[in-house]
């Protein structure tokens, strides 16, 4: 399967600021995705990230908040805008090949203060 | 949207154990995957399944894509106590891609 390489791993932010998530395929895949994980519970899909155009986004995640680049097929950014503690959680990058099987990054686990 | 009723939330089982736990929905997913999550780590993919009716093994791991597409059981047998860890399902939609996550179960291996 692929591999993801995803930074940073952690970190500590002040609220108001803007963090970028990168997630780097070592192969070409065909979709990308992110998620979100609170503490002590399941991921929940924030957006597919679209090679070349707009990601898509689902219920209760918009773009002005989390937006998404995906400059082509093994690389794409995340960014969790103007912050707050509730944005305090494990960001995951997961890519999919048909080929290659479904992967996740190590995520990365970001505290808002 | 499509939820994911994963059970049991938690186990807890002597080493040598076989164990088992299910997902269910109320929508047809095309694909089921289980994961494991160690702490600190991404989900890792343990089993994918893309036909229903589907039965497949990963050495003591089996997991099988029910017939009605919605739902899916794994077992794990004889645990070890590296098998300690979350263990989530979930639903794929083939044609998005994108795949819709259960709680998760919580495993402890008592050695």
């Known amino acids: 399967s692929a591999v993801i390489s995803q930074k940073p791993s952690r970190d500590i932010c002040q609220r108001g600021t803007s963090l970028t998530i990168q997630c780097q395929v070592d192969?070409?895949?065909?979709?990308m995705f992110w998620y979100r994980q609170q503490p002590g519970q399941s991921l929940t899909l924030i957006a597919t990230a679209n090679q070349g155009s707009e990601a898509t986004y689902e219920s209760g995640f918009v773009i002005d908040k989390f937006p998404i680049s995906r400059p082509n097929l093994t690389f794409s950014t995340l960014t969790v805008s103007n912050m707050s503690p509730e944005d305090s959680s494990i960001y995951l990058c997961s890519a999919l090949d048909r080929g290659l099987g479904y992967t996740f990054g190590s995520g990365t686990r970001l505290t808002v203060v | 949207g499509q939820q994911l009723n994963q059970s049991p939330q938690s186990m807890f089982i002597q080493e040598g154990e076989d164990v088992s736990m299910n997902c269910t929905s109320s929508s047809i997913f095309n694909t089921w995957l289980w994961y494991k999550q160690d702490p600190g780590e991404g989900p890792v993919l343990l089993i994918a399944?893309?036909?229903?009716?589907e039965l497949t093994s990963n050495g003591r791991l089996t997991a099988q894509f029910g017939i009605t597409r919605k739902d899916s059981f794994l077992n794990i047998s004889a645990s070890i106590p590296s098998d300690v860890g979350i263990y989530f399902c979930a639903g794929g939609e083939s044609n998005a891609g994108k795949s819709t996550f259960g709680d998760g179960t919580t495993l402890t291996v008592k050695p």
């Open positions: 399944l893309y036909k229903a009716g």
């Open positions: 192969s070409q895949v065909t979709m």
